[in-house]
């Protein structure tokens, strides 16, 4: 039975699902999901990230961790954390750039926290070259707090999903995926539920609220395990740097957006990364927080410009291929104003590049 005809026997035995506990399903039913059995990366897949972009990013995210490490004191024992790794095309540039930092290597313990088994086979095929050895955890929690931790997470916010309330003419309600009389997956309006109404602010009729709590409890547990142990992390999104309103919800499928009902577990499942959220929790638990800069903002601070103009040095007859991938790494219009970059980090003093002022 596919997932979509098993959701619509669950939904008319038990009613509708909150749009985050159908993306959950959607994207890790352990049958079906879709990073459970089928993710699919770069340009010949469904969507492609910035480490695919160009190595620039990566290369770049390596070097801002080797000044964060330089920054603790250059402690001898630390944990480089990279939370959904992808096909591990960050962590291997990362690693490579960090190969001029020797001491920074020689201390880092690599852990990947990963729960698609698929994505772990990719990742450890990609990374079986790499001078460190990966080691795999399935959630944040599962790290201790033994030792510093450089941690990055890129394009991981977005696959935590929200819960979604509509303002209407007769008060607030949640919007939940039900059926049609006819049995067909659809959206539909019920009473809220479940601690949404006090974080539910004044918006205009008929606008939509994300409220993600795993976004929330991600933030948590980061903020919590960097206060306890030290080190910083790097969090890399697409998303809202305040709150504000609005349907995010989205499907894409060969790079094209697709109904998100349409095929349960076939097409890559996002909504925004909530950035308030994600940084008050992390306070909550302890740490400190920087702002969010653009992602075009925080390259342009790292050198990346003075990256891309080696690479072109190096390989004139690729200037044209160096050009694109600047473009869509910084330019407003593209990935360099709604993506965004921030910080967690611990202790308070703890320099960090590119969001220095």
Not at 180 to 196: K, M, N, R
Request: aromatic share 6%; proline share 6%; hydrophobic share 45%.
């Amino acid at each position: 039975m596919s997932l979509k005809a098993r959701l619509a026997r669950e939904i008319a035995l038990t009613g509708p699902l909150s749009v985050a506990d159908y993306v959950v399903r959607c994207l890790h039913d352990p049958q079906d999901g879709y990073y459970a059995t089928r993710p699919r990366l770069g340009a010949e897949g469904d969507f492609i990230t910035a480490p695919l972009v160009s190595q620039m990013f990566g290369e770049l995210i390596g070097l801002w961790m080797a000044e964060v490490w330089r920054g603790l004191g250059a402690p001898d024992r630390f944990r480089l954390v990279e939370v959904g790794p992808g096909d591990g095309t960050l962590m291997l540039d990362l690693l490579r750039a960090d190969r001029a930092e020797r001491g920074c290597l020689d201390a880092a313990e690599l852990v990947l926290i990963e729960p698609s088994r698929p994505l772990r086979a990719v990742q450890a095929r990609r990374l079986a070259e790499s001078p460190l050895e990966p080691h795999w955890v399935e959630t944040l929690a599962a790290l201790p707090a033994d030792a510093p931790v450089l941690l990055v997470a890129n394009e991981v916010l977005d696959c935590l999903p929200a819960r979604q309330v509509v303002k209407t003419a007769g008060g607030w309600a949640e919007r939940r995926v039900g059926l049609t009389d006819a049995g067909e997956l659809t959206f539909g309006l019920s009473a809220p539920t479940g601690g949404l109404v006090e974080t539910m602010a004044e918006v205009g009729e008929g606008q939509v609220l994300e409220v993600s709590d795993l976004q929330a409890a991600f933030g948590r547990d980061l903020g919590d395990l960097v206060a306890r142990a030290g080190g910083a992390a790097l969090l890399i999104d697409y998303g809202r740097a305040r709150p504000e309103a609005g349907d995010t919800l989205q499907a894409l499928v060969r790079h094209r957006k697709v109904d998100p009902l349409e095929g349960p577990g076939e097409a890559d499942l996002t909504q925004w990364a909530d950035f308030p959220t994600v940084l008050e929790a992390a306070v909550r638990a302890g740490a400190d927080v920087t702002g969010c800069l653009g992602q075009g903002d925080f390259l342009r601070a790292l050198g990346i410009e003075i990256r891309a103009d080696r690479l072109r040095a190096a390989r004139p007859e690729a200037a044209a291929v160096v050009d694109r991938q600047l473009a869509r790494l910084t330019a407003p219009e593209q990935m360099g104003e709604l993506f965004k970059a921030c910080a967690v980090f611990s202790p308070r003093s703890l320099p960090l590049p590119g969001f220095e002022t």
